[in-house]
Antibody, heavy 121, light 113 residues
Framework: QVQLQESGPGLVQPSQTLSLTCTVS??????????WSWIRQSAGKGLEWIGR???????NYNPSLRSRVTISIDTSKKQFSLKVRSVTAADTAVYYC?????????????WGQGILVTVSS | DIVMTQSPDSLAVSLGERATINCQSS????????????LAWYHQKPGQPPKLLIY???TRESGVPDRFSGSGSGTDFTLTISSLHAEDVAVYYC?????????FGQGTKVEIK
């Protein structure tokens, strides 16, 4: 059973860049059969899909965040990453990474445990 | 974006009784090419990530008890827990994957009466 684990700073200062990494426990990250998403959950906006990446490096982003977000992948390290630039308090949330099956349906399973990121000075 | 609206926001059900959660999408999530509804259900327990219960509106994920069932088509969907167990206390979410950006309902909290 594949496992995903988020890591990164829990506190980011306003206007700075939030950077998170998701480590995948098996080699499925290198397979074109899957895609890898970031999702966040905040009290104000609930669950919000941020974007996804394929092993090929192809990305899709939520238009609401596209101008500030970059997702990248390093299959050799079994990791994919999220960067959110120019953060504000509204970016405070629990950030999850999750997997979906490409060309089948974009439901998410499994999810990482999540990491709370607080934007504050 | 497709807006997903769940009702009720919360409900309290006695153990062994039926719980029904509704989810409405702002546009149809039924794909004409394959006649499938692009709708999933999750539950989330405190301190845990959401867990997939159902996809394609009614297909139970492996290992999910058969007391969980999904129904509906087009814009109106229902998740039913036929006999509530104590471990079913959670927040339940629907999600559409018909059109990007994928969107979630606001959640329905299920408690024991």
């Amino acid at each position: 059973q594949v496992q995903l684990q988020e890591s990164g700073p829990g506190l980011v200062q306003p206007s700075q860049t939030l950077s998170l990494t998701c480590t995948v426990s098996d080699d499925s990250i290198s397979s074109g059969n899957y895609c890898w998403s970031w999702i966040r959950q905040s009290a104000g906006k609930g669950l919000e899909w941020i974007g996804r990446i394929y092993a090929s490096g192809t990305t899709n982003y939520n238009p609401s965040l596209r101008s500030r977000v970059t997702i990248s992948i390093d299959t050799s390290k079994k990791q994919f990453s999220l960067k959110v630039r120019s953060v504000t308090a509204a970016d405070t949330a629990v950030y999850y990474c999750a997997r979906s099956i490409a060309a089948r349906g974009d439901w998410f399973d499994p999810w990482g445990q999540g990491i709370l990121v607080t934007v504050s000075s | 974006d497709i807006v997903m609206t769940q009702s009720p926001d919360s409900l309290a059900v006695s153990l062994g009784e039926r719980a029904t959660i509704n989810c409405q999408s702002s546009q149809s999530v039924l794909h004409s090419s394959n006649n499938m509804n692009y709708l999933a259900w999750y539950h989330q327990k405190p301190g845990q990530p959401p867990k997939l219960l159902i996809y394609w509106a009614f297909t139970r994920e492996s290992g999910v008890p058969d007391r969980f069932s999904g129904s509906g088509s087009g814009t109106d969907f229902t998740l039913t827990i036929s006999s509530l167990h104590a471990e079913d206390v959670a927040v339940y979410y629907c999600q559409q994957y018909y059109s990007s950006p994928w969107t979630f309902g606001q959640g329905t909290k299920v408690e024991i009466k």
